[in-house]
């Protein structure tokens, strides 16, 4: 049996309908205002968000205030808590080989290997006599490392360290 080409329907054929031109407008409009109105707060909604961006930005530049800020005191703390071991290393060298501990923290690099270069330094030095003081009698030596070390002046307490070198041989 060859198949027919018409759809079969519930009773008659369907018959085409027409539109006219004002019932095609009225059918489009429609269609229109219910899509229209799907977004009719849209601008309210991207006005919201604005705000929110506005508001989500001031509260992170807070935040990358306070970290920046936080960053800032740890360096500067890393830099104290350096300054404070250099210092410990310095007295440390300073007392132990007998040399001018502000000498000592002026010179960059390590701290014991430049108290040894300063005492090797000092141990070449020519050792002068002693000299007569206004009453004609000669200087008289420093009693003891520590009353040379004790001596406030680095350029004499380097004089009196080169006048008695044997103090400081060990």
């Known amino acids: 049996m060859p198949e027919s080409t018409e759809t079969p329907t519930q009773g008659a054929p369907a018959e085409e309908r027409t539109f006219t031109q004002s019932e095609m407008d009225a059918i489009i409009g429609d269609r229109l ?4 109105a799907k977004y009719a707060d849209y601008e309210d909604i991207k006005a919201k968000a604005a705000r929110y961006d506005a508001a989500e930005e001031a509260a992170k530049t807070d935040l990358e205030k306070a970290v920046e800020e936080r960053d800032r005191l740890r360096a500067k703390l890393e830099a104290l ?9 310095v007295a440390k060298a300073a007392s132990e080989h007998g040399v001018d501990a502000a000498l000592l923290a002026r010179m960059s690099g390590d701290p014991e290997e430049n108290a ?3 005492r090797q330094q000092l141990a070449s030095l ?8 206004d009453k004609g009698d000669p200087k008289p030596p420093a009693t003891s490392k520590d009353a040379i070390l004790g001596i406030k002046d680095p350029a004499e307490r380097l004089k009196a360290i080169a006048a008695n070198r044997e103090l400081f041989d060990s």
């Not at 205002?33 to 229209?36: F, G, L, P």
């Open 126 to 133: 020519p050792k002068y006599p002693t000299l007569p003081n």
């Open 33 to 36: 205002k219910r899509e229209r």
């Open 116 to 118: 040894l270069f300063l």
């Open 81 to 89: 808590e350096g300054e404070r071991a250099r210092a410990e290393q």
